[in-house]
């Protein structure tokens, strides 16, 4: 009854590595239309946080006494662990009889394809 998830997980850990060789994919849940047609599959990429998001993710702490003391603490906490960004990921892959005849990014934003809609022609001008 339900078919093609398999397949369509493969497909996003294949997209996933020949976009970023250092993405992670961890797939959290599969949704399968009736048959197979349609498949939607979620989880997060998750890759080492680069410097710039590093910054971002890292808030001063404003409390003298409070970063004071912790501060030995902190350093040897952040020092121990590796830093990973994680954000969410999914994709959808369409299936007919044949087997696949699609494959579409739907989250992160940085791997949506901007694609024209089937009733948009492309104009001349």
Known sequence: MYK????????????????SGEDTLKVVHTGTSI????????????HPQTA????????????????GLLAPVTAAIEKS??????????AECTYDANG?????????????KDAPKADEAPSDE
């Open 100 to 112: 696949q005849t699609g494959f579409r990014w739907l989250a992160p934003s940085r791997l949506v």
């Open 81 to 90: 662990r590796p830093h990973k960004t994680v954000v969410a990921a999914a």
């Open 4 to 19: 093609n998830p398999g397949a369509c997980e493969q497909t996003m850990r294949e997209s996933a590595k020949e976009l």
């Open 35 to 46: 048959h197979g047609s349609r498949v939607v599959v979620e989880g997060t990429l998750e």
């Open 52 to 67: 710039s998001e590093a910054a971002v993710a890292k808030a001063p702490n404003t409390n003298i006494i409070e970063a």
